[in-house]
């Protein structure tokens, strides 16, 4: 690690003497200022990781002095030492901008945890800004791939209505991009230094989803040890993405209702309500309308969604981008696999652009992910894109071999199959050995609650179907 470079400023010699001293045994490299006029100057021509400033100096205070440094540096930490006739002046300076103050005479010890304690607090600081730089530079509407006069549509209604506070209804078919787009409004709202919260709705049972939105108070259920805050409290003053909300139970539809027309609701448990303040974004892949007609959604929620409605549109609609985001998931796994892929041969290009593309853009990705994993060359070949899928499809010759040939129930089959199978079998029998209790089962796999249920909706796994299984039964009870 770097060593960290401090600024002291007090016209008090002595105390200079006794600092650097000390801050050079914490491996500290240490200068030292007798003047404000020496110290504006210092700062202007180095870099400075936290000053330590004396309230009253001979040519000025300390609150103008943090003032003018901060002008150079505005995230640099800076600590007032002060008498204890001049706490209230320090206390203004925290006001101002300061991290803290110390009191005279000094205690050493104090001022070096505080001085850790500022720089810890400054690195933290500078990793939440960088992760949000990337975030938004990731999401920002110049990195959202949309060449097609259809994706061009979305990111202008996306533009408008970004910094808006109004509900905003997506609508696509899996795989289109539906969470990229709640980023991007979230990212360009005036939430953006809040935080994002997604959650997709149909990928936790109904017995869980309640406290998973709401949260509950300890002792509401069975295994409720401790109170939780549910998602909508973490996503105060930001944006919460509620994925999937056709496959919101009914009983909770209700309850999302009550936040959306009061701003508040209940934790599990508990008859205390919440307020809340949170910017509402939903995706789904059905027509509700339709659903509202059968009986399965709420006429009344509909219309509370439905404010903003974006369309995005599948991939087969959106040819014009394919050769695009072909590129930037080529870059990605490239990086990411360590390989130097340049782009599709011409043949695997075409048959890109002649396919349908029924799981759309993240289809497009997994074909690339297979093909940049199977590639030996700069260039991904045709017979390396979109193979048949009916197992009976081999590696072209010059890449055949027993070490590149995955044998399946007697077929040949693709790494990437014969991995879907292998997780599939292993999640069966993983519920079956734990008689279908997520929270078990998840633990087992070392996924967390959430991702585990991505597993199940990934491979149309039903949980309820092992509940009671014994482990004696050859399968879980029927639906």
Not at 359 to 384: F, H, K, P, Q, W
């Amino acid at each position: 690690m770097a060593t960290k470079k401090l600024l002291v400023v007090d016209d008090d010699s002595n105390l200079l003497e006794f600092l650097q001293r000390k801050f050079k045994s914490a491996d500290y490299d240490a200068r030292t200022a007798l003047s404000a006029t020496d110290a504006i100057k210092m700062v202007r021509d180095e870099s400075f990781d936290l000053c330590v400033v004396d309230m009253r100096l001979a040519d000025g205070n300390g609150i103008s002095l943090m003032n003018e440094f901060h002008s150079t540096n505005p995230h640099m930490p800076v600590i007032i030492l002060t008498g204890f006739g001049s706490v209230e002046s320090a206390v203004d300076a925290m006001k101002k901008g300061a991290y803290s103050y110390l009191t005279k005479p000094l205690d050493a010890r104090e001022l070096m945890l505080q001085i850790e304690k500022a720089l810890e607090n400054s690195r933290l600081n500078y990793e939440v800004q960088r992760l949000q730089g990337l975030l938004e530079e990731k999401y920002a509407f110049p990195n959202i791939i949309a060449k097609s006069d259809g994706m061009r549509r979305v990111l202008d209604v996306v533009s408008k209505i970004a910094k808006t506070e109004s509900t905003v209804y997506l609508h696509g078919e899996s795989g289109t991009g539906k969470e990229v787009i709640a980023k991007a409004i979230h990212f360009a709202s005036l939430r953006r230094d809040k935080p994002f919260v997604a959650i997709n709705c149909a990928a936790v049972p109904e017995s869980l989803l309640e406290s998973e939105l709401f949260g509950h108070e300890k002792g509401s259920f069975t295994g409720a040890f401790k109170s939780t805050k549910g998602l909508f409290s973490q996503a105060n003053g930001g944006t919460i993405f509620l994925d999937e909300i056709g496959d919101m139970p009914m009983s909770i539809q209700a309850k999302l209702l009550r936040v959306l027309q009061e701003r508040q609701f209940y934790p599990v448990g508990t008859e205390k309500p919440v307020d809340v303040d949170v910017r509402i974004v939903v995706a789904t892949n059905k027509v509700l309308e339709k659903e509202v007609e059968r009986g399965a959604f709420r006429q009344d929620l509909f219309f509370r969604l439905h404010v903003i409605p974006i369309h995005l549109p599948p991939l087969r609609e959106r040819k014009e981008d394919i050769p695009y985001l072909t590129e930037r998931f080529l870059k990605q796994l490239s990086q990411q696999m360590k390989k130097n892929v340049r782009g599709l041969a011409p043949e695997a290009l075409r048959k890109f652009m002649l396919h349908d593309w029924p799981g759309n853009v993240r289809e497009l990705e997994n074909t690339l992910e297979y093909a940049v994993a199977m590639s030996r060359d700069d260039m991904i070949t045709e017979d390396l894109v979109l193979q048949r899928r009916d197992g009976a499809a081999r590696l072209p010759a010059e890449r055949s071999g027993s070490d590149l040939e995955i044998s399946v129930k007697g077929a040949l089959t693709t790494y990437k199959e014969a991995k879907y199978e292998f997780e599939r079998t292993y999640l069966i029998q993983l519920l079956q050995s734990c008689a279908g209790k997520a929270s078990e089962a998840a633990k087992v796999a070392g996924k967390c609650r959430t991702d585990f249920y991505d597993l199940l909706r990934k491979h149309e796994i039903r949980i309820d179907r092992f509940k009671g299984f014994n482990g004696q039964d050859s399968r879980p009870r029927a639906s």
